[in-house]
């Protein structure tokens, strides 16, 4: 049987600013990439967020990103390796003492935005997030495209890494995605979930430019502020369960 990991970042709120749709999204997910207080997310948010991960039975992610709040945390940021290093460790550190005053532990990190997209082009980056959650935790995954610096990194390094594929985003041919600030209008929300199921099932999609490519999706990304996401995963996990496959946290799926 064929497994997949549904994710979603959450706990992005901060002060009086709300975003996403944390409270409807949970019911469909399996892994929370909570924002640890740098492109979003506070002290409060990020208790909260980690409660309603529990309740849900969803697994809890770190979520961290440049320091840049008012970006939202997609700017490029120039950071040498120790600075993004000591980022990473900080946010971690946080989120952490969230979750174990819960008694929960800290499943996986995923880098958000800008961060994340950097640093799976850029060798030394992705090495400095790579050492900053294995220091903290040997056993916590990093969630990375296909073919990308932040794998064949931690493949090296002996880091659990899952290969990402998203739900609500156009693929490239080299297994990254398409930036935008935020999901296009949805049209057709068979047709989306539907190209998940191939993804898992078939590790084949088309890309933006109409190619049709391999690609592995051991965990698949709804972004929680694109428009319709509740509407969106409750379709993924329907056509998913159709198709026979298991919907679990990554720590049950990678091998």
Do not use: W
């Not at 610096?149 to 594929?165: C, F, L």
Request: proline share 4%; net charge negative.
């Amino acid at each position: 049987m064929h497994k997949v990991d549904l994710n979603c970042d959450m706990g992005e709120s901060f002060g009086l600013y709300e975003l996403g749709n944390d409270e409807e999204m949970m019911q469909y997910i399996t892994s929370a990439n909570i924002a640890c207080g740098f492109h979003g997310g506070d002290p409060h948010v990020m208790r909260k967020t980690v409660e309603l991960a529990q309740q849900h039975d969803v697994a809890i992610g770190a979520h961290p990103a440049f320091p840049d709040l008012l970006g939202f945390g997609r700017r490029y940021m120039i950071c040498t390796p120790s600075e993004v290093k000591d980022y990473v460790t900080y946010q971690l550190g946080a989120l952490r003492e969230f979750s174990r005053a819960i008694g929960a532990q800290v499943q996986h990190c995923k880098p958000h935005g800008a961060l994340f997209m950097k640093a799976m082009e850029d060798r030394q980056l992705a090495r400095a997030i790579l050492e900053a959650v294995h220091e903290a935790d040997p056993n916590m995954i990093v969630f990375a495209f296909n073919r990308s610096e932040v794998y064949e990194e931690a493949v090296k390094m002996g880091v659990p890494v899952a290969k990402e594929a998203y739900s609500d985003r156009e693929h490239t041919e080299s297994g990254s995605i398409v930036l935008t600030r935020k999901g296009a209008e949805i049209k057709d929300y068979e047709a989306m979930a539907q190209r998940v199921v191939r993804m898992v099932k078939e590790g084949r999609v088309v890309t933006h430019n109409g190619k049709d490519v391999s690609i592995e999706a051991e965990t698949i990304c709804i972004h929680g502020d694109t428009p319709g996401a509740p509407n969106l995963a409750k379709a993924i996990v329907h056509a998913l369960r159709a198709a026979d496959v298991q919907i679990s946290p990554i720590k049950h799926v990678i091998k």
